[in-house]
């Protein structure tokens, strides 16, 4: 729905109401949302190290929103493309637990 639509179809007062009903069920997961954070612990379960993998838990991997400004990191322009590749791949490897050193 475009923004143009949904300001002629709702009010402001459901405006509020859907925003303020979202912000609630943000944090809920559905099964889908469980299903996925299994999937996902699943690298470092098999990829990491084999003394961690026993501690990896399903729920680690569950999409957590919080509220205020974005943590997003930013690359520095200076960086190649390889650079920020070689960055991007290390940051990854580190959040699934896994090794690089191969």
Known sequence: MSVLRAQHELSSSE???WVAYLEI???EHDKFDYYLSQI???FPRYLGDPKKSGKVQDKDYLVRFEKGESKRHKYPD???KD???SRSKSAWC???G???NG
């Open 98 to 100: 896994i090794s690089r």
């Open 15 to 17: 405006f509020i109401d």
């Open 78 to 80: 200076h960086l190649s």
């Open 83 to 85: 650079q920020k590749i």
């Open 40 to 42: 996902a612990a699943q």
């Open 25 to 27: 069920k943000k944090d």
């Open 94 to 96: 580190g959040f699934a």
